[in-house]
């Protein structure tokens, strides 16, 4: 889970997690909660345009096996809680999330690939 905001700041770093300030940072919509019934969790997503189709990204949540669609509502469904409980790694999809192409958790991985798609991220 990143909580240091900074670490994303150099590209080269070697603490270069994907983050949310990070992605935002660069042109990402900010995160937007969505339930998703493959996992049966909420989880959320962050959005850019792509050369000519949507990018989405999503960590991969902490699995919760024990609790129903109603009791994650209450305790678990908050987008700031959401944005923090993950396990690092971010679901790389294009247009919906039926079209997963990549997994990544390093911010340079990401770079890579937008630039590699023909949408370079602001400031790369």
């Given amino acids: 889970m990143q909580t240091d905001s900074k670490k994303h700041e150099t590209p080269t770093d070697a603490n270069n997690v994907l983050c949310s300030d990070f992605l935002i ?3 990402f919509s900010k995160a937007v ?4 019934y493959r996992w049966k ?3 959320v997503y962050y959005k850019i345009e792509g050369y000519d189709c949507d990018i989405l ?11 129903s669609p109603e009791e994650q509502v209450d305790e678990f469904s ?7 409980h993950h396990y690092g790694d971010w679901q790389v999809y294009v247009n919906s999330f039926d079209n997963h192409l ?12 937008m630039r ?7 400031g790369t």
């Fill in 41 to 43: 969790q909420f989880r």
């Fill in 102 to 113: 990549t997994t990544l958790n390093d911010c340079s991985e990401l770079i890579d690939l």
């Fill in 33 to 36: 909660r969505f339930f998703d």
């Fill in 25 to 27: 940072s660069k042109g």
């Fill in 78 to 84: 908050d987008i700031e809680i959401l944005e923090n």
């Fill in 57 to 67: 990204l999503s960590p991969s949540p902490q699995y919760i096996d024990d609790m």
């Fill in 116 to 122: 590699v798609c023909g949408c370079p991220l602001i």
